[in-house]
């Protein structure tokens, strides 16, 4: 695509701070953290910080270039509280040591889910909310046909 792209913006430097230069060979031999695998690293049970550092030698052992922790139902670690958010910073921490990359996704299930249960915390009427997508408006008879 080129630079073209970007709009005159140059690329996230932070993302791919080499993207605008030439063709690297040698970065293409041996990619920075940036551009390798970053996989969503499932928390989902009580937080062991030495277990979660021991796992983050393990991807950077495989050549992953950083990791997303991803919190899943079952976590037993209260999410956002302060033992998480030592934790979430212990892991960061330990990953720029190894000049890897650590993300956080973020947001517990929610939208798509529910928050960690924090939605209906205060608002129980809010449970089993949707939104219903139709071709056809409402109250239109739709002739079905099976095949």
Known sequence: MGDASFQGKPPNPRSFPR?????????????????????????????DREQLLRQIDHLAEMGMGGFTIHVRTGLDTEYLGDEFMEIVKSCVDYAESKKMLACLYDEDRWPSGYAGGKVMENRPDLKAQHILLTCKPYGEQVAWRYI
Do not use: I, V
Not at 21 to 44: I, K
């Open 19 to 47: 993207a605008s230069e030439p063709f690297d060979q040698a970065l293409f031999l041996r990619p920075s953290s940036e551009y390798r695998g970053a996989p969503l690293w499932t928390w989902n049970k009580k937080l």
